[in-house]
């Protein structure tokens, strides 16, 4: 059956739940969404900004809603996901964390884990909320649906299409294999932008000469230390051995770039960096 057929409901109506309700509507996938938060006031800032077309109970979208997405903090889902699963009927239910293998350990052995897609459009801003929803989130981006074999064929097939009807493209990952990848690219980078700022903070107690004096390339770098704390405390936390790992050799790196100042090696650092620059033939 075509995704176009069926009624899609979405819970967590914040940048990734309230920017696929926008890109769904807009690419013709569904012309009404039902959403769901449990913060009453992105409920009707969501209806407001018309991006989903009513509001309901979780109960609600299970009776009207054929695909149900979850789109909300890893820690709440470790408690909405089994909830969610014990209610189903014959609806596909994906859900959108950014941690995999804990949520995915809790209903390995649900008797309707065959319904659960589980998916990370790799994609986001440092925003949250329903007003930081935006249209194209997804264009190119990567989805990856982790421990695809557990999932119904069908529910993994209209999931697919689903992502890629908004943009991406998807691949297929263990979830194990997941989250430490996701500590490699995406939560070290979050770890490194808030440490930056806790420096700059701590060391330039004047505010105003670093607002005038913050080039591009500290904007950038430290854009994501404004990223909420609500939603990356538990994908640190439930994602610790992998983040772990990874900032062992982040300080480690930290801690050679520091002997190389201190004895004034050039050679040394020049070589560091060198071998740095391999990532542009990687990421362009």
């Given at each position: ?8 409901g ?13 890109d769904l ?76 293998k ?26 949250t ?11 190119r ?19 697919r ?15 194990s ?108």
């Open positions: 059956m075509s995704i176009d057929t069926k009624k899609i979405i819970i967590g109506l914040g940048l990734i739940g309230g920017s696929l309700a926008k509507k807009s690419r013709g996938v569904t012309d009404h969404l039902i959403g769901h938060d449990r913060d009453h006031e992105h409920q009707a800032r969501a209806l407001q900004l018309n991006i989903v077309q009513e509001i309901g109970s979780l109960e609600t979208l299970l009776k009207e809603a054929e695909i149900i997405i979850l789109a909300v903090p890893v820690n709440a889902l470790t408690e909405l996901l089994p909830k969610v699963l014990d209610q189903v009927e014959n609806h596909i239910v994906i859900e959108v964390g950014s941690t995999k804990k949520l995915l350990d809790l209903v390995r052995g649900h008797p309707k884990r065959q319904h659960l897609v589980s998916m990370h459009p790799m994609a986001g801003t440092e925003f909320g329903p007003d930081a929803a935006i249209y194209h989130l997804f264009d981006k990567c989805c990856v649906i982790c421990d695809a074999g557990d999932s119904n064929e069908e529910c993994r097939k209209t999931a299409q689903l992502f890629e009807r908004v943009g991406m493209y998807v691949i297929e990952m263990e979830s294999d997941h989250d430490l990848h996701a500590a490699y690219v995406s939560h070290i980078s979050h770890v490194t932008s808030f440490a930056l700022a806790q420096t700059v903070l701590e060391k330039e107690k004047n505010e105003s000469r670093i607002f005038e004096m913050a080039s591009g390339g500290f904007s950038s770098t430290v854009r994501l230390a404004k990223s909420a704390p609500s939603m990356w405390t538990p994908i640190f936390l439930q994602n610790k051995e992998n983040v772990l790992d990874v900032l062992d050799e982040h300080i480690h790196q930290l801690m050679y770039f520091k002997e190389c100042l201190e004895t004034d090696n050039q050679e040394a650092l020049y070589r560091w960096m060198t071998d740095a620059n391999q990532i542009k033939k990687i990421i362009k």
